[in-house]
């Protein structure tokens, strides 16, 4: 299984970004996908985790500012993020549990993508 991550950049504050991420592979089925972050000498942390046929979790520090979302269909998850700040930027890491026919159950990484705020 792999996960590719799309998005990501250099805005200025308040401005907006969206990250994509898809899973491929041979997926039996998908607990759970999300976003982790890593800013500079700190440690990676929850943004946000949707568990399938569940509700959202977002992380306090970005409730009400970002929203993510899935494609059930297309085993994909999106992170919208919007009112940016400058202790948003961070490398983002997508993130899926998922059950597949070679590994059975995983935690999958994606490449992690770069998100710059600019103040």
């Known amino acids: 299984v792999q996960l590719q991550a799309s998005g990501g950049g250099l805005v200025q504050a308040g401005g907006s970004l969206r990250l994509s991420c898809a899973a491929a592979?041979?997926?039996?089925?998908?607990?759970?996908m999300g976003w982790f972050r890593q800013a500079p000498g700190k440690q990676r942390e929850l943004v946000g985790l949707?568990?399938?046929?569940?509700?959202?979790v977002l992380a306090d520090s970005v409730k009400g500012r970002f929203t993510i979302s899935r494609d059930y269909a297309k085993n994909t998850v999106s992170l919208q993020m919007d009112s940016l700040k400058p202790e948003d930027t961070a490398i983002y890491y997508c993130h899926a549990n998922v059950y597949s026919d070679s590994h059975g159950l995983r935690t999958y990484w994606g490449q992690g993508t770069q998100v710059t705020v600019s103040s």
């Open positions: 592979g041979s997926i039996v089925r998908i607990n759970s």
């Open positions: 949707m568990p399938t046929g569940a509700h959202s």
